[in-house]
């Protein structure tokens, strides 16, 4: 991985006034993979990031590489496929950055779900990825993975397998590839409106360098907003009414020695039955997430609430209720 040369911010910012194939707004993993992506097939690429390269999502995740399992329910079988396929892919090529990790959802004799359906899930899973990892744990060998794990009416559990990444370090590894085959990015520039030309069409952007205030116009061919949750900001611009609709979801992290776990236990929530995961994850074990609307304003650092916080507490409290989780046992949120 190549380490960018003293000075090279400065360098790019003299660049920005030349005419570019293709601007990327966005420098979380969407936007470093298509910077890639065009670079590797000789378009000259600009990639502007308004903070820190994955600062957005690609920092904020439940660090998880998945084929999205839950959506064989919703019947997306193109997406769980591909989603799958890219997995194996990522598995295969990034070892280290994107890595197996085992998942067992817990059985209990008191839930009330389609035991057929999930076999039948985990199976369809398994032929999309052409590797066969699902199985049935007993109780005693899932409690062996989660040593506080409830044992009353523990029945086993679904075991199969999805994967685990470091996510800023993987936005990263990219982006320096993306670098290597050509392509400019610069962080602590934020696109502030699409320059259009007579026809209407936009062709480039009105930037602003945040560490000086200097403002440039950028030409280019395309422009691709990969801004994620922030994607209306920059949409607005031209006209489109607001397509996205912001969600939150919150984890907590807590010692592993306060919550030992080996891969990602899964139970469902008391309080509606939404699957909550526990992962061991660099040393500590995490736990998540929720998933509500989030009505704050985008531009401030979102932040867990409270009530979502209590709601993790009171899962984890159901299906370990030896593991004293006070505010004090909470490492980050």
Excluded at 159 to 169: E, F, K, P, V
Excluded at 192 to 201: R, Y
Excluded at 298 to 304: I, K, T, V
Aim: proline residues 5%; charged residues 25%.
């Amino acid at each position: 991985m190549s380490v960018l040369p003293t000075g090279w911010r400065e360098r790019a910012l003299k660049e920005l006034p030349q005419r570019w194939d293709i601007i990327v707004v966005g420098g979380g993993i969407s936007g470093a993979g298509i910077a890639r992506e065009a670079a590797r097939v000789g378009q000259r690429v600009l990639l502007l990031e308004r903070a820190d390269f994955a600062s957005g999502s690609s920092s904020k995740s439940s660090k998880m590489v998945h084929g999205g399992l839950r959506y064989l329910a919703e019947k997306e079988l193109e997406l769980v496929r591909t989603s799958v396929r890219e997995r194996q892919r990522l598995l295969r090529e990034v070892p280290g950055l994107v890595d197996t990790l085992p998942f067992a959802f817990t059985d209990y004799s008191f839930q009330e779900f389609s035991r057929r359906m999930f076999r039948w899930g985990l199976r369809a899973y398994d032929l999309m990825a052409r590797a066969r990892s699902s199985r049935y744990l007993q109780a005693d060998q899932t409690r062996a993975l989660a040593p506080r794990l409830l044992a009353e009416g523990l029945k086993g559990s679904f075991a199969y397998n999805d994967a685990g990444t470091d996510d800023a370090r993987l936005v990263m590894r990219v982006l320096f590839e993306a670098i290597e085959d050509g392509a400019w990015a610069l962080n602590y520039v934020c696109a502030e409106s699409p320059l259009k030309g007579d026809d209407g069409q936009v062709h480039g952007l009105r930037v602003r360098d945040t560490q000086s205030g200097e403002h440039h116009d950028i030409q280019a061919k395309l422009v691709i907003n990969a801004t994620g949750a922030w994607s209306d900001g920059l949409r607005k611009g031209v006209g489109v009414d607001p397509q996205m609709r912001p969600l939150r979801g919150t984890h907590i992290t807590v010692p592993r020695t306060l919550l030992p776990v080996e891969g990602c236990i899964t139970f469902m929530h008391p309080q509606d039955s939404r699957p909550v995961f526990v992962r061991e994850w660099e040393g500590a074990t995490v736990i998540g997430t929720t998933d509500v609307d989030h009505g704050n304003d985008l531009a401030l650092e979102p932040h867990a609430t409270p009530q979502e916080v209590d709601y993790l507490r009171s899962g984890v409290a159901m299906f370990f209720p030896h593991v004293p989780l006070d505010d004090e046992s909470i490492c980050s949120t």
